[in-house]
């Protein structure tokens, strides 16, 4: 049984302050939430404080990118080891907003996904297509490149420990979901390719999310769907009330 997984990717938002308010806010509202993994994802300069406001709380911290060095002299990178140092479990790779500004293709990827493998942190690897190359029918191959080029490499144990996002490009920030079938098709496509990568075993094990507009009104459709484990939510994470409702409402899809 795979055990649903809701992140919040803040992405460029929030100071200190506002981010100790909303973690007081979501410490306060999902204390008693036990059938879901919650993981709250903030710029860099916010872990190490909010890590320490989350000990003994059911809600864990990841970041957004990591370099695969473990040190060295590359100005304005942080690595795996520092994130652990700071507190994290989790690490977001490959997010289409580093992909589309910041040059990240497969390789990158590769490298990262490994370096955070080898410290024990939990990577988040986000795959997904742009609309241009859904309207010409390249959703799956997009998906296979992302997919087979970004865990080249990784061995069976490792890819266990991996957490896979399902994000379409044209749905994040933009308010267009997917509909709950578009996103099953993709999570359903994404795990029968683990299945020939790996085996079905593996790929039954495996948590993908999905990210793109979720909202508390979409939320509880798309967890209905069987290959649907969970979300990685970005501009509904950084309201503390729809950022419970989703969790909450996703809790009660998985109790009734
Ligand atoms: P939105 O939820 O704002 O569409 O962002 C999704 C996302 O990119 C999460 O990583």
């Not at 973690?23 to 300069?45: G, H």
């Not at 140092?85 to 990262?112: L, M, P, W």
């Not at 493998?117 to 799956?140: D, N, Y």
Request: hydrophobic share 40%; charged share 25%; net charge negative.
């Amino acid at each position: 049984m795979r055990k649903i997984i809701i992140a919040g990717n803040w992405k460029m938002y929030k100071t200190i302050k506002e981010g100790q308010e909303l973690v007081n806010a979501l410490k306060r509202d999902l204390y008693n939430i036990e059938n879901i993994d919650i993981v709250i994802c903030p710029p860099y300069t916010l872990l190490s404080c909010l890590a320490d406001m989350l000990i003994e709380s059911n809600i864990s911290l990841g970041a957004q990118d990591l370099f695969w060095e473990d040190e060295g002299a590359f100005t304005g990178e942080v690595s795996a080891r520092m994130l652990k140092d700071a507190g994290c479990t989790f690490v977001i790779i490959g997010h289409s907003e580093r992909r589309q500004y910041f040059g990240e293709i497969n390789e990158s990827v590769n490298k990262k996904l490994k370096a955070a493998l080898a410290c024990g942190l939990i990577p988040i690897v986000c795959v997904g297509e742009s609309l241009k190359e859904r309207e010409g029918k390249k959703t799956f191959k997009v998906l296979e490149d992302h997919l087979t080029n970004g865990l080249s490499g990784i061995n069976q144990q490792e890819v266990l420990q991996i957490i896979i996002a399902y994000e379409p490009v044209w749905a994040i920030g933009t308010g267009n979901t997917a509909s709950s079938a578009q996103a099953e098709e993709a999570h359903k496509y994404i795990r029968d390719l683990l299945a020939k990568l790996y085996d079905q075993e593996t790929a039954d094990s495996i948590r993908i999310q999905y990210g793109g507009s979720v909202k508390p009104g979409n939320i509880s459709e798309l967890i209905r769907e069987a290959d649907v484990d969970g979300a990685l939510v970005g501009g509904a994470s950084l309201d503390g009330a729809s950022f419970t409702e989703i969790i909450r409402k996703a809790a009660e899809v998985l109790k009734s």
